[in-house]
């Protein structure tokens, strides 16, 4: 009961404000404690694992949002929540632990987003729901892991011929 009373009070602070940014870059990125270690004295605590961490629901139940940063999270996931965000126009990931399996379809709901920055990820092809959102006009993709590893000139364009536009109109 507690974790669902804090959950609300988040979420009234972020919705009173009526914010339209939110820059949360390395908020979430974790060192989480290690009790699994015993030394002679007791428990050996090590810092510094980065092991992913949750992003609280809240986040996404704030109606005017239109940039979302989430750079720098140790992220492997993106939550099916951010669907809720309806107006959101850029949202940044660059630099987290995001495979193909980990952008849910949900993001197709935000159809306003004009500009997506995946870089530096764990990404082999762009996500398929890319392809339902039609306001989508550039993607940032510089920096994934095996990304078109079998397209011999990937690895000969500068990094603007990494920043993909969607909508030659």
Known sequence: RLLVEEEDLLVNYLQSFKLTELYLDTTFRSSNLDFDSVSNNGTTIQLGHNLPFKIPNAIFRCPSVKVLSLKNNNLDHLPPDIGRLAKLQKL???????????????LAFCRQLQELYLDDNLLDALPSVLLRIPSLTTVHRHGNHNYFKSTFMWYHTDVTGRILPTNTN
């Open 92 to 106: 940044y990931l660059t630099n987290n632990r995001l495979q193909n399996g980990s952008i849910p379809y949900t």
